[in-house]
């Protein structure tokens, strides 16, 4: 009899459909790459507000003759949003235990990834050309900061990228052991989104 009540008292928990089942805990992964990205966010946050300090007290901005921003900026940009969708594509190809969209995809993120470093320095000389630098005047200063503090996390996330094409080029990322691609792609799209807002 107690065996009995033992078994119908703890059967509605270990039932799935049990709407009064606690939910699944976030995996340490997700959790560690959510607080990542929070702590880059503030970074990215802070420096923004710097920003938008120096320039509200401006008269006028941006300062008087300051070169145009060069129109190959767009070009970066282009390159970062596609960067984006390739690597969403992976994560949705691994997803469905398809190997080939996540090997192509990561692929050509890294190859866009690179494309917009390469861009971004095409810029930065362009800029420098001009006599435009991090020393003609605070609006240098913070276009250089700027864009160059979104470079660094770029050309530090083609490291842990590499590393997961290079894991998926072995065949050990599954449709159930595709962690890391997700932890990329949620990197990546952080990065997509502060160049968008920058």
Avoid: C
């Avoid at 994560?91 to 470093?117: D, E, K, N, S, Y």
């Avoid at 991090?134 to 913070?142: D, E, K, P, S, V």
């Avoid at 900061?145 to 979104?150: F, G, N, P, R, W």
């Avoid at 842990?160 to 949620?186: C, D, F, I, K």
Wanted: without cysteine; glycine residues 10%.
């Amino acid at each position: 009899l107690r065996a009995g009540a033992g078994a119908a008292v703890s059967s509605p928990a270990a039932d799935p459909r049990d709407p009064r089942r606690e939910p699944a805990p976030l995996a340490s992964g997700k959790l560690g790459m959510r607080l990542l990205l929070l702590t880059l966010g503030v970074l990215f946050a802070a420096t923004l507000s710097g920003y938008l300090a120096i320039r509200g007290r401006a008269e006028v901005w941006p300062p008087p003759g300051v070169p145009a921003l060069p129109a190959s900026l767009w070009l970066s940009t282009a390159l970062i949003v596609a960067s984006s969708f390739s690597v969403q594509w992976a994560l949705r190809g691994i997803r469905r235990g398809l190997q080939r969209p996540l090997r192509l995809g990561l692929a050509l993120t890294a190859l866009l990834g690179v494309a917009f470093l390469v861009s971004q320095t095409l810029n930065w000389f362009a800029l420098v050309a001009a006599s435009f630098t991090a020393r003609t005047n605070l609006y240098g200063f913070l276009f250089y900061l700027l864009t160059a503090l979104h470079a660094v996390h770029v050309l530090g996330g083609l490291v842990p990228l590499g590393a997961v094409a290079a894991r998926a080029l072995a065949g050990r990322s599954t449709g159930a052991r595709h962690n890391p691609v997700e932890y990329v792609a949620m990197y990546w799209h952080f990065l997509d989104g502060v160049w968008v807002v920058l």
